[in-house]
């Protein structure tokens, strides 16, 4: 089946964005309405400069963070306790640890992208070594695959299961599935966790992988990591970086923390739904909870006390 290739100035290779005058823009310039048209009908991807962020000691830097990225959209639980910032920095966790995340580690994370509609990042503190960022058209990386492999694009629109995150403890149900690559309305979402599809390939109750699936994930990967196809780039500290999570996958590498607890990288982290938002495929409806264009969706459901 021939697909057609998608267009727009959501699909760019790497150098396309650094480039692009539409990509930097100046923090004390900014308009809500502005960001939000340009997250979902531009390019999907921006940084901020110039968040006055030596104003403020680090939990005033994080509450007055909070409350801009309230005026973007509806701030989501980014665990069972309702937390609406999330830090991400190294905490230290054995690879044992049910706590662990990959945002609370130092080591490099795969392309993938978070249960909302957009991610917002600014930067605290930057590492003494590495933790540099990486961004990369999903609408970009869907033309490369049908272009070369029309058969794997095709499986990547299937619904893949879902192992429920160690810390999704709010969630009753032990799995979900969704597609990769989707379409509803004409309007494309890409979504992409692979940690969690291979937590349930290992489970013994829960459905395996075919060896397409499999295939597919892997050359996804490979073609997301060639050289030119993302944007890579350091965020500094006051930088912002929003990401319209359907269009864009991001990684970041690996780094190194200085000795003193205070040269510790630290990255504060949103979870927005947005209220000019996509409609997306039905089989996200049981992993993010609504699926209409501007509905209120994503996060982690919030353990409530009896």
Known sequence: MTRSILSGPAVWKGDGLSQSPDWKWDFANTDPRAIREALESGPGALVLRGFPIDQYDRDEA??????????LGNLLAQNEKGDTVFDVTDAGFGSSDPRIRGPN???KLSFHTDRC??????CWKKALIGGENEVVSSMHLYNEIAKRRPDLLKVLMESFTYKRHTVDLGNESRYCQQPIF????????????????DRAHADPELPDLT?????????LEVVAGEPGQSCRFMQ???????LNNWVTLHRRTAFEDGENPEEKRRIFRTWLSMPNSRPIDERFEANFGATGAGKVRGGFPVLRDE
């Open 62 to 71: 994080r509450e007055a963070f909070r409350s801009w990225c309230g005026e």
């Open 105 to 107: 580690t130092s080591k």
């Open 117 to 122: 509609d957009v991610i917002v990042f600014l």
């Open 182 to 197: 989707s379409f509803r309305n004409g309007f494309f979402a890409c979504s992409f966790l692979r940690v969690l599809i």
């Open 211 to 219: 060896p397409q699936q499999i295939e597919a994930m892997d050359f």
């Open 236 to 242: 500094e500290r006051g930088d912002i970086l929003i």
